[in-house]
């Protein structure tokens, strides 16, 4: 099994800057890659940005066009911990904020391992 913890989520002003984490604990040689994804009230679930975590393309990084330029994911293999890094913050960037470890086998069944997410609100 895989848990997922996340943790960094808070209240801050617009233009100011927030790091995310997210602790992947259990049965992680199994996990190919993880994402941070968000959902603001009355909105669909969107992908924030990702990170392949095994295999040839590890360290490869994808962002969605909202955040690029701003936020940052990255990994740290010693704690088991990917972070994402939020500069320039928007009252836009305000939502629930959820870390996934995705696991996918040789056949390709895929299993998603979700956090309970961590608010983060951007207000003046």
């Known amino acids: 099994q895989v848990q997922v913890v996340e943790s960094g989520g808070g209240l801050v002003q617009p233009g100011t800057s927030l790091r995310l984490s997210c602790v992947v604990s259990g049965s992680i040689l199994s996990i190919n890659s993880v994402g941070w994804y968000r959902q603001a009230p009355g909105k669909q679930r969107e992908l924030v940005a990702d990170?392949?975590?095994?295999?040839?393309?590890?360290?490869?990084?994808n962002y969605a066009a909202s955040v690029k330029g701003r936020f940052t994911i990255s990994r740290d293999n010693a704690d088991n911990t990917v972070y994402l890094q939020m500069n320039s913050l928007k009252p836009e960037d305000t939502a629930v904020y959820y870390c996934?470890?995705?696991?996918?086998?040789?056949?390709?069944?895929?299993?998603?391992?979700w956090g309970r997410g961590t608010q983060v609100t951007v207000s003046s």
């Open positions: 990170i392949i975590t095994s295999g040839s393309t590890s360290g490869s990084t």
């Open positions: 996934n470890a995705v696991a996918v086998s040789s056949s390709g069944r895929r299993w998603d391992y």
